[in-house]
Protein backbone atom coordinates (compact mmCIF):
# COMPACT_ATOMS: atom_id res chain seq x y z
CA UNK A 1 0.00 0.00 0.00
CA UNK A 2 1.65 3.33 -1.15
CA UNK A 3 1.50 6.00 1.57
CA UNK A 4 3.01 9.53 2.00
CA UNK A 5 5.78 10.74 4.50
CA UNK A 6 6.74 13.99 6.33
CA UNK A 7 10.39 13.30 7.57
CA UNK A 8 12.39 15.50 9.82
CA UNK A 9 15.90 15.63 11.60
CA UNK A 10 16.12 17.99 14.72
CA UNK A 11 18.77 19.16 16.88
CA UNK A 12 17.82 18.85 20.47
CA UNK A 13 19.28 19.95 23.48
CA UNK A 14 20.07 17.30 25.57
CA UNK A 15 18.05 19.02 29.09
CA UNK A 16 15.27 19.90 26.80
CA UNK A 17 14.83 16.42 25.56
CA UNK A 18 12.14 15.08 27.75
CA UNK A 19 10.19 19.08 27.21
CA UNK A 20 10.48 18.33 23.42
CA UNK A 21 9.26 14.38 23.78
CA UNK A 22 6.10 15.99 25.50
CA UNK A 23 5.80 18.10 23.22
CA UNK A 24 5.58 15.80 20.50
CA UNK A 25 3.42 13.05 22.37
CA UNK A 26 0.76 15.93 21.83
CA UNK A 27 1.60 16.84 18.64
CA UNK A 28 0.99 13.57 17.52
CA UNK A 29 -2.05 13.37 19.29
CA UNK A 30 -3.18 16.29 16.94
CA UNK A 31 -1.79 15.18 13.85
CA UNK A 32 -3.42 11.72 14.51
CA UNK A 33 -6.77 13.57 15.12
CA UNK A 34 -6.72 15.38 12.00
CA UNK A 35 -5.86 12.25 9.82
CA UNK A 36 -2.13 11.10 10.07
CA UNK A 37 -1.25 7.67 10.43
CA UNK A 38 1.48 6.95 11.98
CA UNK A 39 3.86 9.75 14.05
CA UNK A 40 6.97 8.30 15.12
CA UNK A 41 9.76 10.38 17.36
CA UNK A 42 13.45 8.19 17.55
CA UNK A 43 16.48 10.00 19.76
CA UNK A 44 19.81 9.61 18.17
CA UNK A 45 22.01 6.31 19.86
CA UNK A 46 24.53 5.38 17.65
CA UNK A 47 24.73 8.82 14.76
CA UNK A 48 28.60 8.79 13.70
CA UNK A 49 29.77 11.97 12.23
CA UNK A 50 30.50 11.51 8.54
CA UNK A 51 33.59 12.30 7.36
CA UNK A 52 31.72 14.78 4.18
CA UNK A 53 28.33 14.34 5.49
CA UNK A 54 25.86 13.45 7.91
CA UNK A 55 22.59 13.44 10.52
CA UNK A 56 24.97 15.51 12.67
CA UNK A 57 26.75 17.58 10.57
CA UNK A 58 23.57 18.22 8.64
CA UNK A 59 21.90 19.23 11.80
CA UNK A 60 24.78 21.27 13.15
CA UNK A 61 24.88 19.08 15.94
CA UNK A 62 26.71 20.89 19.49
CA UNK A 63 28.00 18.82 22.00
CA UNK A 64 25.08 19.35 24.26
CA UNK A 65 22.50 18.06 21.84
CA UNK A 66 21.18 14.60 20.30
CA UNK A 67 19.57 13.76 16.73
CA UNK A 68 15.95 13.34 16.75
CA UNK A 69 14.51 11.87 13.93
CA UNK A 70 10.98 11.81 12.88
CA UNK A 71 8.50 10.88 10.40
CA UNK A 72 4.29 11.03 10.00
CA UNK A 73 2.49 8.97 7.55
CA UNK A 74 -0.48 9.98 5.30
CA UNK A 75 -2.87 8.25 3.03
CA UNK A 76 -1.45 10.17 0.21
CA UNK A 77 0.19 13.72 -0.56
CA UNK A 78 -3.20 15.38 -0.68
CA UNK A 79 -4.08 14.19 2.63
CA UNK A 80 -0.84 14.91 3.86
CA UNK A 81 -1.44 18.34 2.47
CA UNK A 82 -4.98 18.80 4.07
CA UNK A 83 -4.05 17.31 7.18
CA UNK A 84 -1.26 19.92 7.42
CA UNK A 85 -2.94 23.01 7.02
CA UNK A 86 -5.41 22.26 9.68
CA UNK A 87 -2.52 21.18 11.94
CA UNK A 88 -0.42 24.33 11.82
CA UNK A 89 -4.17 26.37 12.35
CA UNK A 90 -4.81 24.69 15.73
CA UNK A 91 -3.86 26.65 18.41
CA UNK A 92 -2.95 23.64 20.85
CA UNK A 93 0.33 23.42 18.55
CA UNK A 94 0.85 27.04 18.66
CA UNK A 95 4.18 28.24 20.55
CA UNK A 96 6.41 31.38 20.66
CA UNK A 97 9.90 30.79 18.93
CA UNK A 98 12.18 31.41 21.74
CA UNK A 99 9.70 28.73 23.64
CA UNK A 100 10.21 25.63 21.61
CA UNK A 101 12.01 22.63 22.76
CA UNK A 102 14.86 22.48 19.74
CA UNK A 103 16.61 25.18 17.42
CA UNK A 104 13.71 24.73 14.32
CA UNK A 105 16.43 27.16 11.97
CA UNK A 106 18.30 23.95 11.97
CA UNK A 107 15.54 21.50 11.52
CA UNK A 108 15.70 19.38 7.80
CA UNK A 109 12.54 18.40 6.45
CA UNK A 110 10.72 17.13 3.27
CA UNK A 111 7.86 15.15 1.97
CA UNK A 112 8.32 11.82 0.27
CA UNK A 113 6.22 9.41 -1.84
CA UNK A 114 6.72 5.69 -0.47
CA UNK A 115 7.80 3.04 -2.96
CA UNK A 116 9.00 0.33 -1.24
CA UNK A 117 7.24 -0.72 1.91
CA UNK A 118 6.76 -4.48 3.38
Aim: glycine share 6%; charged share 35%.
Amino acid sequence: MPFYVDGFVVPVPKKKLDTYLKFARKAAKVWREYGALQCVECVGDDVPVGKQTSFTRAVELKKDEVVVFSWITYKSRADRDRVMKRVMADPRLQMAPEDRPFDAKRMIFGGFKSRVAL
